[in-house]
């Protein structure tokens, strides 16, 4: 196969030698293997302009199709269309438009485009895309229009499907299954619209409708499960040839769920979550085990953990504050609150479960960073001080916790202990960028003999104040 760069390279030189003509027969002698290529196209199109080739309009639609964002070639093809094809005219000019971002007017050009020509296959083509682009535009009702006026002129499948995402997708199920009912019957071998339909069916509840219209396995064998069919449901389950992909996994869980044999259940919910960590089905599974059980923390848990996954947080929250609210001494939910309000940043909900969670886990150390933190924040550093030594005692050989008590100690003017604690942090961690820093503000301390008595922290002032 030619090499494109070395073809084109030497078409450059002839160019550059005014040899307009070779330059142009060498690419054309490498046509047929390189004409896949854009630069390729962009190169031949060019010299045909300079040379008035009758291909050269080809070229530029072939640059089109190989670079569909090359401006370029839209502004060669209108300047070629223009007064003599309105309908391709039109047609490029909306996509170019969209290129430049100019929506509105890109939609105005596609309609003009179809209003120019009596040809179906052309009409349809503009109002294809002109549909898509009012989808995108979040023009969902405009666009379901234009895609039954594509149905009218060409029963295309691509057009149900289309109609069917747009009902689905605004929760009107039921006309996307009286939509896609009628491209069943135009398209019977069509796989995407009859299994599109055997899933809103089986979402419906219409089990014996998603039966006679599936004709994939796994659907049959769900709609089967959700039937209450569960033998039926073995008997297929046990045909299926792999039983190492995740969704054998999850339909095994739900027979054995079904037959109540929870314990089987998990270890396939284990088997369904290696395979898809991130999938939120494998929670929401064990939350319905759990509500089996009447395990109400268990329950609100994994929910919430199936929520987390969607990164829908708040009714995620919710979730884990229910799940507390079961179980105020279980951790895992107390965790997961701390988690998703770090996140939003709220110190006076994260204090309440940092120390809630102390009260369980005594030497939890991001619940003594968080509370350290917090009484930081706030100026009460005697307070900080309280769990940031803690800290230290549960974790000694932490670098941080001494670059924090080097701040709190230097807070309550208590300029020894500073110091100790910037030695012990310096050989911790020499290469620390915080350690110039620290040795900056150090320097700037009292002397080892100075005053070393603590500040007062902001509440204890205020407390006196009252107290007088």
Not at 365 to 381: I, R
């Amino acid at each position: 196969m030619a090499n494109i760069n070395r073809v084109i390279s030497q078409a450059q030189m002839l160019e550059d030698q005014e040899n307009y003509e070779e330059a142009y027969n060498l690419l054309e002698q490498n046509y047929n293997e390189l004409k896949g290529d854009a630069e390729f196209l962009e190169k031949i199109a060019t010299l045909a302009k300079t040379l008035s080739k009758e291909e050269e309009t080809r070229y530029w639609e072939e640059l089109v199709e190989a670079k569909p964002d090359s401006m370029l070639a839209y502004q060669e093809l209108l300047e070629k269309y223009f007064g003599q094809d309105k309908y391709k005219y039109y047609f490029t000019r909306a996509k170019y438009k969209i290129l430049n971002e100019k929506f509105t007017q890109a939609l105005d050009d596609y309609k003009k485009a179809y209003d120019s020509t009596t040809d179906s296959k052309l009409i349809v083509e503009a109002r294809f895309l002109r549909a898509k682009l009012l989808e995108g535009l979040g023009k969902n009702q405009a666009a379901i229009d234009e895609y039954y006026r594509i149905i009218e002129l060409e029963p295309i499948h691509e057009a149900y499907l289309k109609l069917a995402d747009l009902y689905n997708s605004s929760t009107d199920r039921h006309s996307a299954i009286t939509v896609l009912k009628q491209g069943v019957e135009l398209f019977p071998d069509d796989v995407m619209l009859r299994e599109f339909l055997a899933n809103l069916y089986l979402k419906e509840g219409q089990y014996d409708d998603a039966l006679a219209t599936t004709k994939d396995t796994f659907l049959t064998i769900k709609a089967l499960l959700m039937k209450g069919e569960n033998e039926k449901a073995s008997e297929l389950l046990n045909s299926v040839e792999d039983k190492t992909i995740s969704k054998y996994h999850s339909l095994m869980a739900e027979y054995y769920f079904n037959i109540k044999d929870f314990d089987k259940c998990k270890e396939e919910i284990q088997l369904f979550r290696e395979k898809e960590p991130q999938n939120p089905l494998g929670f929401q599974m064990l939350a319905m085990i759990c509500d089996a059980k009447d395990d109400l923390y268990g329950y609100h848990f994994n929910m919430g953990r199936c929520y987390s996954m969607k990164q829908d947080y708040e009714l995620a929250l919710n979730e884990y504050l229910n799940a507390h609210k079961a179980d105020a001494k279980g951790t895992e939910a107390i965790k997961e609150i701390i988690k998703i309000n770090e996140a939003a940043n709220n110190p006076s909900i994260l204090m309440e479960f940092y120390e809630k969670l102390l009260k369980s886990e005594p030497d939890n150390v991001d619940a003594l960073k968080g509370l350290a933190k917090f009484y930081s924040d706030m100026y009460e550093f005697r307070q900080a001080l309280d769990y940031l030594e803690k800290w230290k005692e549960v974790k000694p050989n932490d670098a941080q916790v001494y670059n924090q008590l080097v701040l709190c100690y230097e807070k309550l003017k208590n300029f020894k202990s500073a110091k100790e604690n910037y030695n012990i942090y310096l050989s911790k961690a020499p290469l620390s960028p915080d350690t110039e820093k620290l040795r900056e503000r150090l320097e700037k301390m009292a002397d080892d003999n100075g005053p070393e008595a603590e500040d007062e922290g902001l509440l204890d002032k205020i407390m006196k104040i009252f107290g007088k």
